[in-house]
Structures are given as structure tokens and as C-alpha cells.
């Protein structure tokens, strides 16, 4: 099956510095890759999506310029957490697909426990 | 736009017996319905997906989903529950024309011998 990776699985650093997470899809060529945010016993919330080549799409609500998403190959999308704060603590998934429909799977990767002190 | 209710934040189920996880959408056409199992600490597994044909879908696991257009609802359920079905279960819809997925509030199971 389709595999999805994420490095860090979980991270801790001092408020005011950044910190990138990499989504990697495995096994297939991943066109769409989508970054949600988990709040403890929260849903999934959505925060951009991105195709491979183009700037991502944010949901309303959040800072671009603080989540910075960059999904140069088709096997690779990064979020950058920037001059990250405690209140950027939080569970973040990837989850990639072969393209943008919600009819094509989304494959999520095993998350990334970011930890702001 | 669309949304999902999952109406049970946590169930407890012995071990052996049967699991129903409710979950009602909101969408005005006709949805494309997920059904996610999460472990802790871990990402997204797909149990089972409705696009369209047959209502009552089967999936891995065990695990079944009946799609009821007249109620809005798209339930999960097993039969014999086992205690490595213990996790959170997230209810998801999708458009036919859109790519993003909403997502319900997430149901815990938590499975008692």
C-alpha cells in the first residue's frame, strides 16, 4: 500500500526558532499533499494544501508566513513552523494522493508531536 | 460547504461485543464518506470509503459502514470488537468537486475485557 513518512515523529524546541517538518511519500508520486493540525481529543483541521511546483493554498485563519509549505517533488512536501510559540505546540499531519480529488485517497503519514517550551 | 457530527465523544465497548459509531453529515449533494481509525501518537488509517453504489460498505478489519441518504448518516460498525480496536474513529466527508475532507470530532473507543 501507499506509504507516507514523516521526520521529525516529534520535536521539541525554545520559542522564537523554526522548525521544519519533511512529508515524504514512499512508495508512489504524490501530486497532492495536504497538512492538517491536531488539537488533543480536537478533529483534524486543515491548514494548506499543496501541489507539487506551486505555492500552497491555506485555509482561512492561517498565517502563511508562519507555516511556510514547500512541496518541491512529487515525493516531498515541508512545513516550516517559523519563530514558533508555544501555542504552535500541536500534533501536525501530513497526508499525500496522487491528485487533488476527494474521490483519490489521501494517504497520512504518522504525525509530528511539535513541543514549543 | 460540508460537515460532519460525530455525536459520541467515547464509547465503551467489553470485548466481543458489537460497535455502532455514529456519524451524521451535512452536504447538499451526494457525498463521498470516509471512515479514519487513529492509535495513538500514530497518523490516519482508511477503514472504509462511500463514493456511491452500494450502500452498506465493507472495509479492513472487520469493520462495515451503512450510508442512509434519508438520515444523513453514515455509521460504522463491527460485530465483535477486539481490544486492538481501541483507538480514535474520525468520520469524514468530501465533495465530488472539492478535494478537502471535513472532518468530525473524532469518537473514542476504548475496549474492557
Known amino acids: 500500500g501507499a506509504v507516507v513518512s514523516q521526520h521529525p515523529s516529534r520535536v521539541i524546541c525554545k520559542s522564537g526558532t523554526s522548525v521544519k517538518i519533511e512529508c515524504r511519500s514512499l512508495?508512489?508520486?504524490?501530486?497532492?499533499m495536504f497538512w492538517y493540525r491536531q488539537f488533543p481529543k480536537k478533529s483534524l483541521m486543515l491548514m494548506a494544501t499543496s501541489n507539487e511546483g506551486s505555492k500552497a493554498t491555506y485555509e482561512q485563519g492561517v498565517e502563511k508566513d508562519k507555516f511556510l509549505i514547500n512541496h518541491a517533488s512529487l515525493t516531498l512536501s515541508t512545513l516550516t513552523v517559523t519563530s514558533a510559540h508555544p501555542e504552535d505546540s500541536s500534533f501536525y499531519i501530513c497526508?499525500?494522493?496522487?491528485?487533488?480529488?476527494?474521490?483519490?485517497?489521501?494517504?497520512f503519514g504518522p504525525g509530528t508531536r511539535l513541543t514549543v517550551l | 460547504a460540508q460537515s460532519v457530527t460525530q455525536p459520541d465523544i467515547h464509547i465503551t465497548v467489553s470485548e466481543g461485543a458489537s460497535l455502532e459509531l455514529r456519524c451524521n453529515y451535512s452536504y447538499g449533494a451526494t457525498p463521498y464518506l470516509f471512515w479514519y481509525v487513529q492509535s495513538p501518537g500514530q497518523g490516519l488509517q482508511l477503514l472504509l470509503k462511500y463514493f456511491s453504489g452500494d450502500t452498506l460498505v465493507q472495509g479492513i478489519k472487520g469493520f462495515e459502514a451503512e450510508f442512509k441518504r434519508s438520515q444523513s448518516s453514515f455509521n460504522l460498525r463491527k460485530p465483535s470488537v477486539h481490544w486492538s480496536d481501541a483507538a480514535e474513529y474520525f468520520c469524514a466527508v468530501g465533495a465530488s468537486n472539492d478535494y478537502k475532507l471535513s472532518f468530525g470530532a473524532g469518537t473514542t473507543v476504548t475496549v474492557r475485557a
Open positions: 497526508s499525500a494522493s496522487t491528485s487533488g480529488g476527494a474521490d483519490n485517497e489521501q494517504f
Open positions: 512508495d508512489f508520486q504524490a501530486t497532492t
